[in-house]
């Protein structure tokens, strides 16, 4: 697997790639809604962060219990019904007359589901591509995921000053509902990538499996803890500027698209590794200035720049994927996504929690110092990784 048209010629990846792309530009102008309806009925920036970010919260409690079922699913069935899922909780989210208190278990139902769908997502895609294709697919998909998001969040501000938040939900509701029409139509049916019965017991031992071996545990806190805090970071934009959040978010993206389409086409494979540990910091280092206050447009070009950073993870899964037995991608790729999406949620909290207290701009900055803090001690153990491979 060598070039983008090679995969584009692999059958199945196009409607992967088409459901996928519809519940990315879903999520984006869900998430600006529903933020912007909780900022403007609350004034809050926690309560603000934590509902464009809270599914994330859930996450961990998923990872515990269901990630099983990643590998012992029939895929077709369960993206597609997980779709459906996230489609009816968005269309309760839209209802004039929910309480504000209501959004939270429909927030936590929604993180439950997802906690499964990076599992069963990317388990495919190492079936669709192998191993090999993997890492190329993969940055396609991250790629996807930032042009998605730009036009999402392009998109979700334009909405916003038209129509109100309720009428942007619903049509994020609508766009879930295609991304399962799509996996249902284009995907055939397969057979799970593990046998046995997927339970609460055999999800806890296979994590414990994965996690018991230091080269994987060191790589799982790297996808983890410096991307979290910097996503609380961004989860801080409607705060920090209600009307340039669109923007700063689309910045975000862009910057996330030539990150991965730097390090998944244009670097040698040889070179990646290398590369791990620099793009943490890059990812960083330019929140750290938010603390001077900038105004939009600068602010909006050093999150295009930061964003760049989040390269990084390809690096790290193409090292996870070589050190994890072909029948538990499915898991540990759903243990990664989990972890990822928790710490997300973690940092939007912790982010939401110093702003209340401070102010936007310096919570972003004790985000950004606190990510490169652990990328500094985990700096070590990943340069060792490299020169061990």
Known sequence: MRSY????RTPEFTPLFVSSSAQIAAQTIGGLALGTLVYEETRSPLLSAVSMFGPSLAQVLGATLFLSWADRLASRAALAGIALAFAAGTAVLALPALPLWAVLPVLLAQGLIASLGGGVRWGLLTDILSKDGYLLGRSVFNMMSG??????????????????????LLLSALLYTAAAATVRLGLSRRRPRAAGRPSVAETWRTNALLWSAPPRRHLYLALWLPN???????????????????????CAALGM??????????????????????????LAAPYVLFLLRPAPLLAAALVGVASVGFGASLVQQERLMALTPGALSGQALGLHSAGMLTMQGVGAALAGAVAQLTSPAVAMTVMAGASLAVTAGLSAGLRERVRAA
């Open 5 to 8: 048209r090679d995969l584009v």
């Open 147 to 168: 042009i998605m998001q730009i036009a999402g969040y392009a998109t979700g501000g334009a909405l916003l000053t038209l129509l109100p938040p309720r009428a942007a």
């Open 228 to 250: 979290g805090l910097i996503v609380g970071c961004e989860s801080l934009f409607v705060a920090y500027a209600p009307r340039s959040a669109g923007p700063l978010f689309a």
């Open 257 to 282: 698209l030539v990150g991965d389409l730097t390090v998944g086409r244009l670097v040698p494979p040889g070179r990646r590794a290398a590369l791990g540990v620099p793009l943490l910091v890059l």
